[in-house]
């Protein structure tokens, strides 16, 4: 074995991002991952770009995986589907609740066939029959308006959409970890099960440090536990964000920025009294701060003072410590041509699987049905019909 799951066979019905990048992730890992895809393609595919002819998140959430087409609403789409699984560790889907059963594709009917199969569904709300929301669309935005990380992040003004799409991509890692310990467990009973993952679940996970009610508390009160004179500030040129919270940083911050009377200054010996005195220390920040640009302070407080200069995505492909880790890599797409993007997620101790593009719609219909022991009259067939492409 020269990769963790080598030998470990992922379909991926999922679609748009937080499902595929999901199975990406197991991909990176060493999983044979096998994207089927209806007829139309991902919807993620359909998506605007400013990328020619391709969808520039498409590309970069399926890396690792190869794209067949089965049309499971055809017959012989779900009955070739059936044979897949029958040889396969995983299933991962992110269908509405009502819909798995409606296509013929629900744990119970897979499990029949595969006992120790692997199942995840992935969902926006939640599965729960007793669930509101259980069938209504969720896309990373409604989840972020729905609890609560839109309203944070708006503070006093009105709420405003964390863009980067943050809570699909929590999610992918959820379902990653998800079917990781179903794996781990397969192997240590040979039991095969049924897991969740959820936008609202991950939602609610990465305010884990907000989610506290005490008895007695209020229920709207101030949750954000951060240091309140850390943020973005600016400087001669550019942005820095900068975040002095222990004794020794705040020392270090004082004495760069030129007023170090603070530091004998009994108010603000703690961080819970320099925090409540916030509105005297931001000022005095942005005043020092004038004497240089972002990266001039980047470079001075390197490992003294937790900064960084504030960058767009753009600068991280030449960027000497993204490339000293190996997270840049040049791949070839036939409508893109050459470009560069990134490795894997995670660095293993062991095997190195080289990175592969994302596939094209369908790209390897013939070449995973072949292998899966359909002749070339049956996958001619499955393509007369339209079951397959």
């Keep these: 074995m020269t990769e963790a799951l080598q030998g470990i066979v992922v379909l991926d019905l999922t679609q748009y991002l937080a499902g595929p990048y999901g199975c990406t992730l197991l991909g990176d890992v060493g999983a044979d991952v096998i994207k089927i895809e209806p007829p139309s393609g991902d919807m993620g595919r359909q998506y605007p770009s400013t990328l020619p002819n391709e969808n520039r998140g498409f590309i970069g959430a399926n890396r690792n995986k190869r794209s067949i087409v089965l049309n499971l609403k055809n017959p012989e789409g779900l009955a070739a589907f059936y044979r897949l699984v029958d040889r396969v560790d995983v299933v991962v889907h992110n269908f509405r609740p009502s819909v798995p059963k409606r296509l013929g594709i629900d744990y119970e009917t897979l499990r029949n066939r595969r006992p120790d199969l692997i199942y995840c569904s992935f969902t926006g709300y939640g599965e729960s029959e007793d669930g509101p929301l259980r069938d209504h669309p969720g896309y990373d935005t409604m989840l972020q308006c729905f609890t609560g990380l839109a309203a944070m992040q708006g503070g006093d003004g009105a709420p405003q959409i964390l863009n980067g799409s943050i809570v699909d991509y929590y999610s992918s890692s959820m379902v990653a970890i998800a079917i990781l310990s179903a794996i781990v467990h397969r192997l240590r009973?040979?039991?095969?099960?049924?897991?969740?993952?959820?936008?609202?679940?991950?939602?609610?996970?990465?305010?884990?440090?907000?989610?506290?009610?005490?008895?007695?508390?209020?229920?709207?009160?101030?949750?954000?536990?951060?240091?309140?004179?850390?943020?973005?500030?600016?400087?001669?040129?550019?942005?820095?964000?900068?975040?002095?919270?222990?004794?020794?940083?705040?020392?270090?911050?004082?004495?760069?920025?030129?007023?170090?009377?603070?530091?004998?200054?009994p108010r603000f010996d703690t961080l819970t009294k320099r925090a409540a005195l916030r509105e005297e220390i931001k000022p005095r920040i942005r005043e020092g701060?004038?004497?240089?640009?972002?990266?001039?302070?980047?470079?001075?407080?390197?490992?003294?003072?937790?900064?960084?200069?504030?960058?767009?995505?753009?600068?991280?492909?030449?960027?000497?410590?993204?490339?000293?880790?190996?997270?840049?890599?040049?791949?070839?797409?036939?409508?893109?041509?050459?470009?560069?993007?990134?490795?894997?997620?995670?660095?293993?101790?062991?095997?190195?699987?080289?990175?592969?593009?994302?596939?094209?719609?369908?790209?390897?219909?013939?070449?995973?049905?072949?292998?899966f022991g359909f002749q070339d009259d049956e996958i001619g067939a499955l393509r007369a019909n339209g079951a397959a492409a």
């Excluded at 940083?249 to 920025?257: A, D, I, S």
């Excluded at 972002?294 to 470079?299: H, L, M």
């Design 189 to 265: 009973t040979g039991e095969g099960q049924h897991v969740r993952a959820s936008l609202l679940r991950s939602a609610i996970a990465l305010q884990a440090g907000q989610f506290i009610w005490a008895d007695g508390e209020p229920r709207n009160i101030e949750r954000w536990w951060g240091a309140s004179y850390s943020g973005i500030y600016p400087t001669k040129e550019g942005y820095l964000y900068l975040q002095a919270t222990t004794p020794t940083f705040w020392k270090h911050l004082c004495e760069f920025l030129g007023f170090p009377e603070l530091l004998g200054d």
């Design 289 to 371: 701060l004038k004497r240089h640009t972002a990266r001039e302070w980047e470079d001075l407080m390197l490992g003294k003072v937790p900064c960084i200069a504030v960058r767009s995505i753009d600068e991280m492909f030449d960027h000497p410590q993204v490339l000293a880790e190996g997270l840049v890599t040049e791949l070839e797409h036939p409508n893109v041509g050459k470009y560069r993007t990134m490795t894997k997620a995670v660095e293993m101790g062991i095997g190195d699987r080289p990175t592969i593009r994302a596939p094209m719609l369908g790209e390897h219909t013939d070449e995973v049905l072949a292998r």
